[in-house]
T-cell receptor, first 111, second 115 residues
Framework: GEDVEQSLFLSVREGDSSVINCTYT??????LYWYKQEPGAGLQLLTY?????DMKQDQRLTVLLNKKDKHLSLRIADTQTGDSAIYFC???????????FGRGTSLIVHP | DAGITQSPRHKVTETGTPVTLRCHQT?????MYWYRQDPGHGLRLIHY???????DKGEVSDGYSVSRSKTEDFLLTLESATSSQTSVYFC??????????????FGAGSRLTVL
């Protein structure tokens, strides 16, 4: 079946850029998502990208999609301690309502 | 914003007892989901619903049942709770952003401890 892989942990210093990577296997993925989960809370959508795009920028967030390699990344510029959270990558095939989630990357931001 | 609430938010129960978790949405979104989240496993889909009385199994459905008698409510039942079902349970709804992108909106979670 479909699979989404992410590294489990990332540690960065405050003010640096963070890059969280994700790979997926489903070549029919139409939408790719990044969700953020803060401690004790549910997941919240950060951003998503349509598969015919290769980049999307939203303030401090930049999403890059390499469809050929099935690789998605999330870059957070000027990372702040408030960005400490778990970040989930997810893919969704066209016509499907069941996304496939990665296991999540815990981002730890050090002062 | 789509309103979604889960109850109870916390529950401690004993092995062998039945438990029901409730998910309520304030709009009429068709798709609703139950996930469990465990360290090292990320999110795993238990069951989902695509309409009133229309449900299907996810990847970890054993030991769980669901019901959806009204559009706004999706219930998850553990008929006889086991310690392996200690977890944080999240309900979600699928919201169409109008671009074709269906985005999941999650509840705040229900932490279940089975002793």
């Amino acid at each position: 079946g479909e699979d989404v892989e992410q590294s489990l942990f990332l540690s960065v210093r405050e003010g640096d850029s963070s890059v969280i990577n994700c790979t997926y296997t489903d070549s029919s993925s139409t939408y790719l998502y990044w969700y953020k989960q803060e401690p004790g809370a549910g997941l919240q959508l950060l951003t998503y990208i349509f598969s015919n795009m290769d980049m999307k920028q939203d303030q401090r967030l930049t999403v890059l999609l390499n469809k050929k390699d099935k690789h998605l990344s999330l870059r957070i510029a000027d990372t702040q301690t408030g960005d400490s959270a778990i970040y989930f990558c997810a893919s969704l095939g066209g016509g499907s309502y069941i996304p496939t989630f990665g296991r999540g990357t815990s981002l730890i931001v050090h002062p | 914003d789509a309103g979604i609430t889960q109850s109870p938010r916390h529950k401690v129960t004993e092995t062998g007892t039945p438990v029901t978790l409730r998910c309520h949405q304030t709009e009429n979104h068709r798709y609703m989901y139950w996930y469990r989240q465990d360290p090292g496993h990320g999110l795993r889909l238990i069951h989902y619903s695509y309409g009133v009385k229309d449900t299907d199994k996810g990847e970890v459905s054993d030991g769980y049942s669901v019901s959806r008698s009204k559009t706004e409510d999706f219930l998850l039942t553990l008929e006889s709770a086991t310690s392996s079902q200690t977890s944080v349970y999240f309900c979600a709804i699928s919201v169409d952003r109008g671009t074709g992108a269906n985005v999941l909106t999650f509840g705040a979670g229900s932490r279940l401890t089975v002793l």
